[in-house]
């Protein structure tokens, strides 16, 4: 039908077929599907007077859409049906092929982008507990260092600052705290002096009970000695807002 085209018979409808295909080729060579296919258009598609080249077109229409469906692309390409459908099957599988890795490929992107979502939380809430901490241990010192200007007796005063004892819960947590888990540096360093004024403000609230009855107790009461606690927690208090910061501009990137 490519090669001859759509032609009139000279018949009406009911003498026989209005139109034929040309033979181009052997008739031995005809594939009888084919011709099967050129009756039924035959019939469907009768030539009459007046309409002749409107229906051509819709025979060779017809013939087209047919023979797109039964070869592998536009143009026929020389296959059997087997091999085309052979063809079809391996293409396909091709296909399935490159949407499975393409799948694979988004899950992996999920599970990356989740894990990489956890860990910033993870370090955004150490991050939070560093500063709390940090916070309570302000706190607590402001408290202990009042008891030691308060209008009082002596007794009252030494007793009030010494009983917990001093800064323990605090201390306690920051121990918690797994350094050897954090997710960076940034964050293990706030942990590491979270501990190190923890530590710091016990020492001296040690030695200032041990001390208190003696000359020497009595200089550190009067220079507030845990001044210097209270300015490190301000300073790790202002890091670890600069920290967080820097996770929530990590996290909407």
């Given at each position: 039908?490519h090669?001859?085209?759509?032609?009139?018979?000279?018949?009406?409808?009911?003498?026989?077929?209005?139109?034929?295909?040309?033979?181009?080729?052997?008739?031995?060579?005809?594939?009888?599907?084919?011709?099967?296919?050129?009756?039924?258009?035959?019939?469907?598609?009768?030539?009459?007077?007046?309409g002749?080249?409107?229906?051509?077109?819709?025979?060779?229409e017809?013939?087209?859409?047919?023979?797109?469906?039964q070869?592998?692309?536009?143009?026929?390409?020389?296959?059997?049906r087997?091999?085309?459908a052979?063809?079809?099957?391996?293409w396909?599988?091709v296909?399935?092929?490159?949407?499975?890795?393409?799948?694979?490929v988004?899950?992996?992107?999920a599970?990356?982008?989740?894990?990489?979502?956890?860990?910033r939380?993870?370090?955004?809430?150490?991050?939070e507990?560093?500063?709390?901490?940090?916070?309570?241990?302000e706190?607590e010192?402001e408290?202990?260092?009042?008891?030691?200007?308060?209008?009082?007796?002596?007794?009252?005063?030494?007793?009030?600052?010494?009983?917990?004892?001093?800064?323990?819960?605090?201390?306690?947590?920051?121990?918690?705290?797994p350094i050897?888990?954090l997710?960076?540096?940034?964050?293990?360093?706030?942990?590491?002096?979270?501990?190190?004024?923890?530590?710091?403000?016990?020492?001296?609230?040690?030695?200032?009970?041990?001390?208190?009855?003696?000359?020497?107790?009595?200089?550190?009461r009067?220079?507030?000695?845990?001044?210097?606690?209270?300015?490190?927690?301000?300073?790790?208090?202002?890091?670890?807002?600069?920290?967080?910061?820097?996770?929530?501009?990590?996290?909407q990137?």
């Amino acid at each position: 039908m490519h090669r001859g085209g759509v032609v009139g018979t000279g018949l009406s409808g009911d003498d026989g077929p209005s139109w034929t295909v040309p033979v181009v080729s052997d008739r031995d060579t005809h594939r009888a599907d084919i011709a099967r296919i050129i009756r039924t258009l035959q019939a469907q598609f009768d030539l009459d007077e007046g309409g002749q080249r409107y229906s051509c077109s819709q025979a060779m229409e017809a013939g087209m859409a047919y023979e797109i469906g039964q070869t592998c692309m536009l143009v026929s390409m020389g296959l059997t049906r087997g091999e085309c459908a052979s063809w079809v099957q391996a293409w396909g599988a091709v296909v399935a092929l490159a949407v499975a890795g393409a799948i694979a490929v988004g899950q992996i992107r999920a599970t990356r982008t989740h894990a990489a979502t956890v860990e910033r939380n993870k370090r955004r809430a150490l991050i939070e507990v560093i500063g709390h901490l940090a916070r309570l241990l302000e706190l607590e010192i402001e408290s202990r260092s009042s008891l030691l200007k308060a209008q009082i007796d002596e007794h009252s005063r030494r007793t009030g600052f010494s009983s917990g004892p001093p800064f323990a819960d605090v201390y306690d947590a920051a121990k918690a705290i797994p350094i050897h888990e954090l997710p960076d540096v940034e964050v293990v360093r706030l942990a590491f002096d979270l501990r190190r004024l923890t530590a710091l403000a016990i020492s001296k609230a040690q030695r200032l009970v041990a001390e208190w009855d003696t000359t020497a107790g009595v200089f550190l009461r009067a220079r507030a000695p845990l001044s210097d606690v209270l300015m490190g927690l301000q300073e790790l208090r202002e890091r670890c807002t600069v920290a967080a910061s820097h996770a929530d501009q990590h996290a909407q990137h």
